[in-house]
């Protein structure tokens, strides 16, 4: 691998911090830790030389305290370099410190809420860095056991069709790593204005649609080792049929697909993935089409 890129928490208690070392313990990946610190230092009656005592000493500080952090999690014979940076645009200095393949996952604890007014940092990371990103639950099911990966099978997109081999892939991968097994699931999504109109009969167009994923599944199969009968597929809307099978079987990890977007259409609309981060109650790795 790569490596792996943990975003400390600004808060005392971190969840990624213990997250992503664990995670990187388990795959053999190399991991880089980075802090963040950013202070409005303009309104203070201080000198230029004043302001820059201060920024050393508040980076110093924040260094000392995630060092600390790293230490007390750090596993046998593992190593973490840290970076501490002064910087108040966190999506950006991430996304551009990934740029070209430098990190295979990107670890940060989630915070998953955000408005017409304010898009968040795990949206704006979700929607713009290159590299896969993981973001770690702070409150958890007591007992989590598979991954869980949510596949577009209905689709006869190639680009849709890559994003689901990759998916599978990497959520094999994980499962093999975390010593649990994988479980695969996809929704049957019903239009909904068609149901209310009378104009199809959704279990028979529920019928059509799995037929139609048939030569995706097998293709899939074929590919990965992994018996037909191994894809589930559900009748429902898709956000809430991964989550519910998530809660049905306890996943610890549930790994899904997500689309790069910017501008007003990222803040308008959402994907499925970031409808899936609101419903669920586990760590979410989410990989770009």
């Keep these: ?9 600004l808060e005392q208690q971190c969840v990624a911090t213990p997250r992503g070392l664990e995670l990187a313990a ?11 610190v950013h202070v409005d230092l303009t309104a203070l009656d201080a000198s230029a030389t004043q302001q820059a005592s ?22 046998d014979g593992q190593s973490a370099s840290l970076t501490v940076v002064w910087e108040k645009d966190i999506p950006s200095w991430v996304t551009k410190r990934c740029v070209g393949g430098r990190y295979d996952i990107v670890v940060k604890t989630g ?6 007014l304010h898009t968040s940092t795990d949206w704006q990371l979700l929607r713009e860095c290159p590299a896969p990103v993981l973001l770690v639950a702070k409150k958890k099911w007591h007992r989590v056991e598979p991954v869980l990966v949510a596949l577009d099978l209905a689709s006869s997109k190639a680009a849709k069709q890559a994003l689901n081999h990759k998916l599978l892939e990497t959520a094999s991968a994980l499962a093999r790593a975390l010593g649990v097994e994988l479980e695969i699931i996809s929704a049957i999504q019903v239009p909904a204005v068609l149901a209310e109109l009378d104009l199809v009969d ?16 097998a293709k899939l199969a074929a590919a990965s080792g992994f018996p037909e009968s191994a894809f589930r597929c559900k009748r429902g809307i898709a956000e809430r049929v991964v989550a519910s099978r998530a ?4 996943a610890q990890l549930v790994v899904v697909g ?11 609309l959402g994907n499925t993935a970031e409808k899936v981060l609101l419903h669920l109650k586990t760590d979410v790795l989410a990989i770009k089409l």
């Design 258 to 268: 997500t689309v790069a977007r910017k501008g007003v259409r990222a803040r308008l």
């Design 26 to 36: 388990k795959l053999g990946a190399a991991v880089d830790v980075v802090a963040f």
């Design 111 to 116: 915070n998953r809420s955000e408005s017409l």
């Design 202 to 217: 959704p279990t028979t167009y529920a019928r059509g649609v799995r037929e139609s994923m048939q030569p995706n599944i």
């Design 1 to 9: 691998m790569a490596g792996i890129l943990i975003i400390a928490d």
């Design 247 to 250: 809660a049905e079987v306890r």
């Design 54 to 75: 201060i920024r050393s000493r508040l980076l110093a500080d924040r260094r000392a305290e995630v060092q600390r952090r790293i230490d007390t999690h750090l596993k």
